[in-house]
């Protein structure tokens, strides 16, 4: 990986946060309503002497053009003050850091468990080609990637909380304090999430395998002796790799997309919660404040799978091939 | 100078011959009766109103002494949001946020579960009108705050004018402005000077405005307080608010009221108010024992009820839901043509449509909640279309005409637009729906539309709704009603302290609704809430408001 690749990304990264930023600060500004009647009450607003209505934008900031408005806030990312929630009264960068770890281990959880599934049961597909398990596999894709996450939620919740009792139906315990009970907190959420996220993945590897399995290569290693278990992972897997670990790199995007229905459904204090809540009512700090975040997650996950891609195959030279 | 309590306060006449003679007779007007009905060990339970469907709760009745009362434990109260910007009574937002504040903090004056002011609950022991616009507060003695400095008359001062400034931005400021002046005479006395009679305010001040907060805890940090709210009189002190997760309290252990067991207040050691945002979900997290109390969803009544393994409790009547016509725009500035309307809309239909039938049919503005103030409005519109039709002839419009109407952007304003849509044709009357998110701005700002289909929900006081909603001057007066006779008949309802004049006077008031049709009252919400057996005392639920109170809940098991 060479210096002139990483600052390209970089580069990269800050223009397309840069766009996204401008794009979401003036799509929350132009929304209809008055934030200052939201923070002080209609009735209250009614009561108020214009130059306190007039005190409470000035205080907000409403009162300066868009731009300049922009312009305040950018300054204030820079510098570190992310402002204040008009909602909660509490600091973005609070509420972020707050809820980011509840996001980050759903994400992960749910990546985990997406790819122990989706890995295992894609290759097993594709060596066992219109087998009753490559049936299967694929009607659990397609079933998979039509459900929507909500009601698969629900279904879930009442089979393994209400039913059998196995799991909590809500609520979150941070595993770092209590790892039993905060694994099985987030178990039902990152399933349901990584199932959805598996579908893809598993379809994915299924054909990435099957094209791989019908090289050369394949029977060379063959006639060699080798094990099924070493073509099969050694040449099989690690050449089918490359579109594989595209979707993984992807995926997590999604799956913090995906997170914004999951938390509601399962009730964790997460930023899809938080992302959710600021665009009711029209937070715009708060929203500007993660979709700053989220918007720098997706360009770091593009940039780890380019560093993937030279791990899987030393053949490509980050900043080169892959650039 | 009288000295009166509530009862007398409520019934006083203003003159002292008649107040001795009132208090002779123990209690005057539906107040008093109230208070008689609410007095011994503890409260009766009171859920408002009866819903159109709901069981009887069980668990222990707080009167019934057999009973033995089991201290401790925690309870788990599922809920759909978190407070709304602050647990500072006076500064929180959200209308689902006194179950929070009750908790932790107290009133000067508080009202009982009939919506009377009742000394019983209050911060003040007694209070006495000196004259219709002066009242005296006389407080209790050592009543601590949980910041652990003690309340005093000057507190009162300090927490009325501090809701009053602008800078402070309480959400009750409106409420409490007719309060000119707060004397302070000693450490237990606090003088009230009002702008002119008003008979809401006592009521008034037992909702957020008159909380009673420490100010020693509110000068470390007003926006501190709102995150931790340390410095309330209640029966719960708080420990945790973690945001989107849940808010946690525990037992105040220097509370200062009792329960029928004679030890102090609360029973329960810690209640936990979880998070949860779908109401599928918070049921499936009671049934799965992870929560005691839940608001289940409409949809899952019947079960819950045929099922038997959980108490339901209700309380009907926290708003109301309908329309409001714009008056100075045609063709909905023609009373007969209101009228038809009125009469066309059948009221059983939507509620079977989109309430699952729970909800109660509505006569009038004031709802059930209202208490002593409420009474069916026997000339109230109801589904007619033969006299629908006849008031259409009436009207400019004999052969039908089109209103335009703003509604919500949800899903359930959607279904209620079709309904009416259909409702209306049968009397040839098009309703064209515009979904905004600012559907309110467009009656009451741009004024470009017939209707607003909405609701409102109810104020303490009667006085709140009225003036509010029909006043000539009412912030909520989206129709623009201008009724000299109707702003005449509220401004006496105000000022006077007899509150069976009062009732007259709203009654009165209903009568002209009525006849004016200026909103459709269509149905009276219903609140739900299931809880699991262990839970005891489930039927003090709902306050006279229709908020949540745990402070006499306890746990068998």
């Given at each position: 990986?060479?210096?002139e690749y990483?600052?390209?990304?970089?580069?990269?990264?800050?223009?397309?946060?840069?766009?996204?930023?401008?794009?979401?600060?003036?799509?929350?500004?132009?929304?209809?309503?008055?934030?200052?009647?939201l923070?002080?009450?209609?009735?209250?607003?009614?009561?108020?002497?214009?130059?306190?209505?007039?005190?409470?934008?000035?205080?907000?900031?409403?009162?300066?053009?868009?731009?300049?408005?922009?312009?305040?806030?950018?300054?204030?990312?820079?510098t570190?003050?992310?402002?204040?929630?008009?909602?909660?009264?509490?600091?973005?960068?609070?509420?972020?850091?707050?809820?980011?770890?509840?996001?980050?281990?759903l994400?992960?959880?749910?990546?985990?468990i997406?790819?122990?599934?989706?890995?295992?049961?894609?290759?097993?597909?594709?060596?066992?080609?219109?087998?009753w398990?490559?049936?299967?596999?694929?009607?659990?894709?397609?079933?998979?990637?039509?459900?929507?996450?909500?009601?698969?939620?629900?279904?879930?919740?009442?089979?393994?909380?209400?039913?059998?009792?196995?799991?909590?139906?809500s609520?979150?315990?941070?595993?770092?304090?209590?790892?039993?009970?905060?694994?099985?907190?987030?178990?039902?959420?990152?399933?349901?999430?990584?199932?959805?996220?598996?579908?893809?993945?598993?379809?994915?590897?299924?054909?990435?395998?099957?094209e791989?399995?019908?090289?050369?290569?394949?029977?060379?290693?063959?006639?060699?002796?080798?094990?099924?278990?070493?073509?099969t992972?050694?040449?099989?897997?690690?050449?089918?790799?490359l579109p594989?670990?595209?979707?993984?790199?992807?995926?997590?995007?999604?799956?913090?997309?995906?997170?914004?229905?999951?938390?509601?459904?399962?009730?964790?204090?997460?930023?899809?919660?938080?992302?959710?809540?600021?665009?009711?009512?029209?937070?715009?700090?708060?929203?500007?404040?993660?979709?700053?975040?989220?918007?720098?997650?997706?360009?770091?996950?593009?940039?780890?799978?380019?560093?993937?891609?030279?791990?899987?195959?030393?053949?490509?030279?980050?900043?080169?091939?892959?650039? | 100078?009288?000295?009166?309590?509530?009862?007398?306060?409520?019934?006083?006449?203003?003159?002292?011959?008649?107040?001795?003679?009132?208090?002779?007779?123990?209690?005057?007007?539906?107040?008093?009766?109230?208070?008689?009905?609410?007095?011994?060990?503890?409260?009766?339970?009171?859920?408002?109103?009866?819903?159109?469907?709901?069981?009887?709760?069980?668990?222990?009745?707080?009167?019934?002494?057999?009973?033995?009362?089991?201290?401790?434990?925690?309870?788990?109260?599922?809920?759909?949001?978190?407070?709304?910007?602050?647990?500072?009574?006076?500064?929180?937002?959200?209308?689902?946020?006194?179950?929070?504040?009750?908790?932790?903090?107290?009133?000067?004056?508080?009202?009982?579960?009939?919506?009377?002011?009742?000394?019983?609950?209050?911060?003040?022991e007694?209070?006495?009108?000196?004259?219709?616009?002066?009242?005296?507060?006389?407080?209790?003695?050592?009543?601590?705050?949980?910041?652990?400095?003690?309340?005093?008359?000057?507190?009162?001062?300090?927490?009325?004018?501090?809701?009053?400034?602008?800078?402070?931005?309480?959400?009750?400021?409106?409420?409490?402005?007719?309060?000119?002046?707060?004397?302070?005479?000693?450490?237990?006395?606090?003088?009230?000077?009002?702008?002119?009679?008003?008979?809401?305010?006592?009521?008034?001040?037992?909702?957020?405005?008159?909380?009673?907060?420490?100010?020693?805890?509110?000068?470390?940090?007003?926006?501190?307080?709102?995150?931790?709210?340390?410095?309330?009189?209640?029966?719960?002190?708080?420990?945790?608010?973690?945001?989107?997760?849940?808010?946690?309290?525990?037992?105040?252990?220097?509370?200062?009221?009792k329960?029928?067991?004679?030890?102090?207040?609360?029973?329960?050691?810690?209640?936990?108010?979880?998070?949860?945002?779908?109401?599928?979900?918070?049921?499936?997290?009671?049934?799965?024992?992870?929560?005691?109390?839940?608001?289940?969803?409409?949809?899952?009544?019947?079960?819950?009820e045929?099922?038997?393994?959980?108490?339901?409790?209700?309380?009907?009547?926290s708003?109301?839901?309908?329309?409001?016509?714009?008056?100075?725009?045609?063709?909905?500035?023609?009373?007969?043509?209101?009228?038809?309307?009125?009469?066309?809309?059948?009221?059983?239909?939507?509620?079977?449509?989109?309430?699952?039938?729970r909800?109660?049919?509505?006569?009038?503005?004031?709802?059930?909640?209202?208490?002593?103030?409420?009474?069916?409005?026997?000339?109230?519109?109801?589904?007619?279309?033969?006299?629908?039709?006849?008031?259409?002839?009436?009207?400019?419009?004999?052969?039908?005409?089109?209103?335009?109407c703003?509604?919500?952007?949800?899903?359930?304003?959607?279904?209620?637009?079709?309904?009416?849509?259909?409702?209306?044709?049968?009397?040839?009357?098009q309703?064209?729906?515009?979904?905004?998110?600012?559907?309110?701005?467009?009656?009451?700002?741009?004024?470009?539309?017939?209707?607003?289909?909405a609701?409102?929900?109810?104020?303490?006081?009667?006085?709140?709704?009225?003036?509010?909603?029909?006043?000539?001057?009412?912030?909520?007066?989206?129709?623009?009603?201008?009724?000299?006779?109707?702003?005449?008949?509220?401004?006496?309802?105000?000022?006077?302290?007899?509150?069976?004049?009062?009732?007259?006077?709203?009654?009165?008031?209903?009568?002209?609704?009525?006849?004016?049709?200026?909103?459709?009252?269509?149905?009276?919400?219903?609140?739900?809430?299931?809880?699991?057996?262990?839970?005891?005392?489930?039927?003090?639920?709902?306050?006279?408001?229709?908020?949540?109170?745990?402070?006499?809940?306890?746990?068998?098991?």
């Amino acid at each position: 990986m060479n210096t002139e690749y990483v600052i390209n990304r970089l580069l990269q990264t800050v223009l397309i946060m840069f766009l996204v930023s401008v794009i979401t600060f003036t799509f929350v500004s132009v929304l209809p309503g008055d934030p200052v009647v939201l923070l002080i009450g209609p009735e209250n607003a009614a009561t108020m002497t214009p130059q306190a209505i007039a005190q409470a934008r000035e205080e907000l900031g409403l009162n300066k053009p868009l731009p300049i408005r922009y312009g305040e806030w950018l300054g204030g990312v820079l510098t570190g003050d992310w402002g204040t929630s008009v909602r909660t009264r509490q600091s973005v960068l609070t509420s972020i850091r707050e809820r980011a770890p509840v996001t980050i281990q759903l994400s992960v959880m749910a990546w985990v468990i997406s790819t122990l599934i989706a890995i295992p049961a894609g290759v097993v597909a594709a060596l066992r080609r219109n087998s009753w398990f490559d049936r299967s596999a694929t009607l659990m894709s397609t079933v998979g990637v039509a459900v929507p996450n909500f009601w698969l939620g629900i279904l879930v919740l009442l089979l393994f909380a209400v039913k059998l009792g196995w799991f909590p139906a809500s609520g979150y315990v941070d595993p770092f304090e209590h790892p039993v009970q905060g694994l099985r907190t987030l178990f039902l959420p990152s399933m349901v999430l990584g199932l959805a996220q598996s579908a893809t993945l598993m379809r994915q590897t299924r054909s990435s395998m099957l094209e791989v399995m019908s090289h050369d290569y394949i029977r060379t290693a063959r006639a060699k002796g080798l094990t099924p278990y070493q073509v099969t992972v050694r040449h099989g897997l690690r050449n089918a790799l490359l579109p594989i670990i595209t979707i993984l790199g992807l995926r997590l995007g999604n799956l913090i997309g995906g997170s914004v229905v999951i938390e509601t459904v399962f009730a964790l204090p997460g930023m899809g919660r938080l992302a959710v809540g600021g665009i009711f009512a029209q937070d715009f700090p708060v929203v500007m404040g993660v979709v700053l975040v989220i918007g720098l997650a997706v360009p770091m996950a593009t940039f780890l799978t380019d560093i993937a891609y030279g791990i899987a195959d030393p053949r490509i030279k980050v900043g080169r091939s892959a650039s | 100078m009288d000295r009166i309590d509530e009862r007398n306060y409520w019934g006083r006449p203003m003159r002292r011959r008649n107040l001795l003679r009132a208090s002779g007779i123990g209690a005057v007007g539906l107040a008093g009766a109230a208070l008689i009905g609410c007095g011994g060990s503890s409260d009766k339970s009171s859920n408002g109103g009866d819903a159109a469907k709901s069981a009887p709760a069980g668990g222990a009745k707080p009167a019934d002494k057999t009973v033995a009362i089991k201290r401790g434990g925690k309870l788990n109260v599922a809920v759909g949001a978190e407070p709304l910007g602050s647990l500072n009574p006076h500064r929180g937002q959200g209308g689902g946020d006194h179950k929070f504040f009750w908790t932790m903090f107290e009133g000067l004056v508080q009202y009982n579960r009939e919506g009377v002011p009742d000394t019983k609950y209050s911060l003040a022991e007694a209070f006495e009108a000196v004259d219709p616009t002066t009242i005296k507060f006389t407080l209790r003695q050592g009543i601590k705050y949980h910041d652990g400095t003690t309340m005093k008359a000057e507190d009162v001062r300090y927490n009325i004018a501090k809701v009053q400034s602008e800078a402070y931005k309480s959400a009750a400021r409106a409420q409490i402005l007719p309060v000119t002046k707060v004397d302070v005479v000693d450490d237990r006395t606090a003088i009230f000077k009002l702008d002119k009679p008003n008979a809401a305010l006592l009521t008034i001040l037992g909702d957020r405005g008159g909380q009673m907060v420490s100010p020693t805890a509110l000068e470390k940090g007003v926006e501190a307080f709102d995150r931790k709210p340390l410095g309330g009189t209640g029966p719960f002190k708080f420990v945790e608010w973690v945001s989107d997760s849940r808010v946690r309290v525990q037992k105040n252990p220097d509370y200062w009221r009792k329960g029928v067991d004679g030890n102090a207040l609360p029973y329960l050691d810690e209640i936990e108010w979880k998070v949860i945002p779908d109401n599928n979900v918070a049921l499936a997290s009671l049934e799965s024992g992870e929560v005691d109390i839940v608001a289940p969803p409409l949809s899952e009544m019947d079960r819950l009820e045929k099922g038997g393994q959980y108490q339901i409790t209700s309380f009907v009547g926290s708003s109301w839901s309908g329309m409001y016509f714009n008056l100075k725009l045609a063709p909905t500035d023609d009373v007969n043509l209101r009228r038809a309307i009125a009469y066309a809309i059948d009221r059983e239909a939507e509620n079977k449509a989109l309430n699952f039938n729970r909800f109660q049919i509505a006569t009038g503005i004031l709802t059930p909640a209202a208490k002593w103030a409420y009474e069916p409005v026997p000339t109230a519109p109801k589904f007619d279309l033969a006299k629908a039709k006849e008031y259409l002839a009436k009207s400019k419009y004999p052969n039908g005409t089109k209103i335009t109407c703003t509604i919500a952007t949800s899903q359930e304003a959607a279904t209620r637009g079709a309904l009416w849509q259909d409702m209306l044709k049968k009397i040839n009357v098009q309703l064209e729906l515009i979904p905004l998110q600012t559907y309110t701005n467009r009656m009451w700002v741009v004024q470009d539309v017939n209707a607003l289909q909405a609701g409102f929900s109810i104020r303490a006081d009667p006085d709140g709704t009225l003036s509010e909603v029909v006043h000539s001057k009412g912030f909520y007066n989206a129709g623009h009603v201008e009724n000299p006779q109707l702003d005449d008949i509220i401004a006496k309802a105000r000022e006077s302290y007899d509150t069976k004049e009062r009732k007259k006077y709203y009654q009165e008031a209903e009568k002209i609704l009525a006849d004016q049709v200026y909103d459709v009252y269509s149905t009276y919400s219903a609140q739900f809430r299931a809880s699991r057996k262990r839970v005891q005392n489930v039927d003090l639920t709902f306050g006279a408001e229709g908020k949540e109170r745990y402070d006499e809940f306890w746990l068998n098991g």
